[in-house]
Each structure stands twice: as C-alpha cells, then as structure tokens.
C-alpha cells in the first residue's frame, strides 16, 4: 500500500503580515528552548534561544515567547518575507540534547 | 569557520552495499549529533558522542547501523548492509556543551537513495 508521510502543520501567510508559530513541549524541567528554521535542501539554521528563567526574547524579526504554566513556546516573526518561507522546528533540552518538535511548514502568499 | 563539514552530499547505492558517510564538526566543539530526517519519521537522534565517547545511541535503528568518532574532528555513520528503507538525509551536528546554551550547528547533510 502506499505509506503515508508526516503530516506537518502548515501556516500560509500573506506576506508582510506577522506570523505566529507555536509549540508545545513535554518536559516542565526543561530549562532551555530554541527555534530552527530548516529552509528546502539544507540543514536545520539556528534562529533564536530563550532560557526558562525568561518569558520573551527578541531577535532582529523574530520574537520567542515562552509560557511555562502551559509548557508553550511560540515564535513570532515580524514583518514576514519570502525568504522566511522554510520549515519551523522547536526543541528543548534534555541532557545536553535536544528534543525535537515535529516541525511547521511557513508558507509565504505573495 | 567552515561551519560543520558532510560528504558525501549525495550518495546512491544499490540494497546491500555498504555506505559510509563522514562529518567534520566545528573545530572546538566537544559534542556530535548523528540525525536522520525522512518524509515519514521528521528528525530523529540516532546517535549523540560527547568527547569522542558513545553517550547515546538509543535511536540507531538496527545492528546494521555504526557510528564512530576516532577524534575530535572525524566522525563516521556507516550502514552495511544498506536497504532501501534506510533512504533519507542524514544530518551531523555538533555543539559545545560547556556553554550554557544548547545549540546545535548543522551541517549540509548527505542524501542517500539505496535503490
């Protein structure tokens, strides 16, 4: 039969617009979270990290809440452009590795 | 910093044959991740070395599966014999993990096809 793939959520967003990915984690030990950004063909790029000792953290664009009563983390990217399209991976950590989110597909509408 | 180095970038290879795939961490980083991405698993840790050590290899699918680290700045995964199931990218990584944070520097991957 024919095997079935990862259904990964997808987020279309019109571009210009902000966008809003999120993430719930496992571990409310977790004391550290990062976000990647894996764009087509190449491997996962290091966006943005928040310790749990914090609530929000901002990059250039990009912005990472983290609400540990919830045990969720979002990231939020501001003024979204082309090049922002890619597949979002969350992951926090657990003994010097990391777990992995199943990941979010961006998608850019010109 | 050439950022952490993977060869082949593509590799195809018939059911059977062996194939190895090398990685070159960042030089200075003390820990290096081995991952497989596919379309119907996503990214999954198939084996973690910590100063050259074997710490975790609780994701190597099988006994046909082998990882090696015989220093600092080399690292193999090898798979003999290999079965088209085993087709996917395969990701090294590497990290310091004396810092206080947790990232992970990926390298390009190796996209095997074993037909």
């Known amino acids: 039969g024919e095997s079935v793939g990862l259904h990964l959520p997808t987020l279309s967003v019109q571009e210009g617009d902000n966008s809003i990915i999120n993430c719930a984690y496992s571990n409310s030990a977790s004391d550290y979270f990062i976000w990647y950004k894996q764009e087509s063909g190449k491997g996962p790029q290091f966006i943005i990290d928040i310790r749990s000792n914090m609530d929000k953290r901002q990059g250039q664009r990009v912005t990472v809440l983290l609400n540990k009563t919830v045990k969720h983390l979002s990231l939020q990217i501001a003024a979204t452009q082309p090049g922002d399209s890619a597949v979002y991976f969350c992951?926090?950590?657990?003994?010097?590795?990391?777990?992995w989110g199943a990941g979010t597909k961006l998608i850019i509408k010109p | 910093d050439a950022g952490v180095i993977q060869s082949p970038r593509h590799e195809v290879t018939e059911m059977g044959q062996e194939v190895t795939l090398r990685c070159k961490p960042i030089?200075?980083?003390?820990?290096l991740f081995w991952y497989r991405q596919t379309m119907m698993r996503g990214l999954e840790l198939l084996i973690y070395f910590n100063n050259n050590v074997p710490i975790d290899d609780s994701g190597m699918p099988e006994d046909r599966f082998s990882a090696k680290m015989p220093n600092a700045s080399f690292s193999t995964l090898k798979i003999q014999p290999s079965e088209p199931r085993d087709s996917a990218v395969y990701f090294c990584a590497s990290s310091f993990t004396g810092s206080l944070n947790y990232e992970q520097y990926f390298g390009p991957g190796t996209r095997l096809t074993v037909t």
């Open positions: 030089s200075g980083h003390n820990s």
């Open positions: 992951a926090e950590n657990s003994n010097y590795q990391l777990i």
